[in-house]
């Protein structure tokens, strides 16, 4: 196979937050959206939050861009933040997608 044909644009993909903490917390599960492919040097980021010696400023501010809306969007732009466990859980389920 030619390497030419892995090559594609990214994909917007969903992910839903539905464990049973969330759920009671909010009501109901949390979807939100990534690109299926992530730039090298920032996917790299997110491998290394594993390593004591890992930037957790580069992994969260990497979080506040990869995680969308619907539309491609980051979620958390301007003065909008996401509250801490939703952001915890879905930098969990980013990494565990992404490292597949």
């Given amino acids: 196979m030619n390497i030419t044909q892995l090559a594609s644009k990214p994909q917007l993909i969903k992910l839903t937050l539905d464990d049973e903490d969330t759920i009671e917390k909010y009501g109901e599960s949390l979807d939100f959206h990534i690109w299926d492919r992530q730039p090298l040097e920032e ?5 290394s939050m594993n390593r004591e010696d890992a930037d957790y400023g580069k992994v969260i501010n990497f979080m506040k861009t990869a995680i969308l809306d619907e539309k491609g969007e980051p979620v958390c732009k301007d003065d909008l933040t996401l509250p801490p466990d939703v952001m915890f859980k879905a930098m969990n389920q980013v990494v565990e997608k992404l490292g597949k």
């Fill in 43 to 47: 996917f790299i980021q997110l491998a």
